[in-house]
């Protein structure tokens, strides 16, 4: 299946369509399966785990402010939708007003009678009760595309938060494989203190008998020291990785909970990319991208119908009185009805710079989706690439580990019939440690490409 890569045209500033095929390399399989469609809770089988992901979401500071952004876009919306509704208040106030005597005004009033046989007063108090009403009339939908854009940022919203989600689930998971692989160099770690401390009495005991000299004891009891030294090092990182943890998850430093096991005996997930086209489906970060490609669409409408002249209408119903007594007499009653078309005419600037300026966020966003797809892309390739490379490699380490593990046996025997030097026992414990430090590190290292393709492919936020 050919998924292609369009940039949508904008209209004035960019007349231009580009299509960007997928390679053809992404498109060799035709499995359907994706694992991305798999719910964190099916994807995780570790209890330990799943309550510390079921725990972050709702204690996340991080995802408790992208839901606080979901409600400010709520909220435009509401604020969109009043725009083009008619707007009615009501109106209530009372003054006075005095005109000189040897005025316009003065003189007309001290001749006109306010009643028969009353003359306007002088100061004339004025009372006013209304209802006033303003409409800007959408002819064209100016209002309700501004309306429309809110709604797909809202949209865009909740595909950000997704996208949080599924980043906070995989950086959860791969912080705990991280703390088990941890919890496995530090159980060996303890095991070679144990053989290389027993090495130690052996060595004093070959030194009393002249066999070696003081020299063995020396080297051999500074290595013990060194991998206790070690240990300290594992538990710090320990504590680190703890702590990283319970920030994720919003509570202050405690122990985390965690299954207690060998990491290496953790067999990763099978991962299904499945077809490209999914990824379309699958991933948050590029339906917020979509929607954001659509909203800034709209935006660009919406400044193009600031050219067009507006039809303003406006109405009022009340009574006007200059005494209480009478404003809700039939005389006092009023009612206004007035309408008319704006254009701008002189000094556009304003709204061309305006309608520049979305031209320029819709190109923006027209690059943001192409970048988002590539990104996504790229992402599962190199993830697909590295649990398949880490897999060879873990094999060949796990080879190795055995070999060293043989070899050390026999540089014990050797050494204690005289047959090797001390040195050589040394070196070999000391391969052998660090190999297998690096078998477990590679297989933590399998087991966060399995986390990172799950997120790739778009798991991680159902």
């Not at 300290?232 to 965690?258: C, Y």
């Not at 060998?262 to 099978?270: F, L, S």
């Not at 709209?298 to 009185?321: C, H, I, K």
């Not at 060879?392 to 055995?402: F, I, M, N, T, W």
Request: hydrophobic share 40%; charged share 20%.
């Amino acid at each position: 299946m050919m998924l292609a890569i369009t940039s949508c045209k904008t209209p004035a500033l960019v007349g231009r369509i580009e299509n960007r095929n997928v390679p053809a390399r992404y498109n060799t399989g035709d499995d359907t399966l994706n694992t991305g469609k798999a719910g964190w809770r099916e994807f995780f089988t570790d209890p330990h785990l799943t309550a510390l992901i079921d725990t972050a979401l709702g204690n996340n500071q991080e995802l408790n402010i992208t839901l606080q952004e979901i409600q400010v876009a709520q909220n435009e919306i509401r604020a969109r939708t009043g725009e083009y509704l008619p707007f009615v208040g009501l109106q209530a106030g009372a003054g006075v007003d005095k005109v000189g005597r040897y005025t316009r005004p003065g003189a007309i009033e001290e001749s006109t009678e306010i009643r028969p046989g009353h003359n306007f007063p002088n100061p004339l108090p004025d009372f006013l009760l209304s209802a006033n009403a303003s409409w800007q009339v959408d002819i064209w939908n100016k209002l309700h595309n501004a309306k429309r854009a809110a709604a797909l940022r809202y949209l865009s919203s909740i595909e950000g938060k997704n996208f949080t989600v599924t980043n906070l689930v995989a950086e959860i998971a791969n912080s705990y494989y991280e703390l088990q692989g941890l919890d496995t160099q530090l159980d060996i770690v303890k095991r070679n203190i144990d053989i290389q401390t027993n090495a130690l009495s052996i060595v004093r005991i070959e030194k009393e008998s002249a066999k070696v000299t003081e020299l063995a004891v020396r080297r051999f009891e500074a290595q013990v020291l060194r991998t206790q030294s070690l240990q300290f090092d594992i538990q710090q990182r320990i504590t680190e990785t703890e702590n990283h943890i319970n920030f994720l998850v919003g509570r202050f430093p405690q122990p985390v909970s965690r299954t207690a096991q060998d990491v290496n005996t953790i067999v990763p997930e099978i991962m299904h990319a499945g077809i490209p086209s999914q990824l379309l489906q699958n991933r948050p970060d590029i339906r917020r991208a979509e929607r954001e490609l659509e909203a800034a669409k709209l935006d660009v409408q919406v400044a193009r119908a600031n050219f067009l002249p507006s039809l303003d209408l406006s109405a009022a119903v009340g009574f006007n009185s200059y005494k209480p007594t009478l404003l809700l007499s039939p005389e006092s009653f009023l009612y206004s009805l007035v309408g008319g078309f704006v254009r701008p005419l002189v000094n556009r600037n304003s709204i061309k710079a305006i309608y520049y300026s979305a031209n320029a966020r819709q190109i923006q966003a027209v690059y943001n989706y192409e970048r988002t797809i590539l990104n996504a892309y790229v992402e599962v390739a190199n993830q697909v690439a590295n649990i398949n490379n880490l897999q060879k490699s873990y094999d060949l380490k796990a080879r190795q580990v055995e070999a060293l593990i043989q070899s050390t046996n026999i540089s014990n025997t050797l050494f204690k019939s005289a047959r090797a030097d001390y040195m050589e026992v040394l070196l070999t414990q000391r391969d052998a440690l660090e190999s297998r430090f690096d078998l477990v590190e590679t297989k933590v290292q399998q087991l966060n490409a399995m986390v990172n393709t799950y997120r790739a492919l778009g798991g991680g936020w159902k």
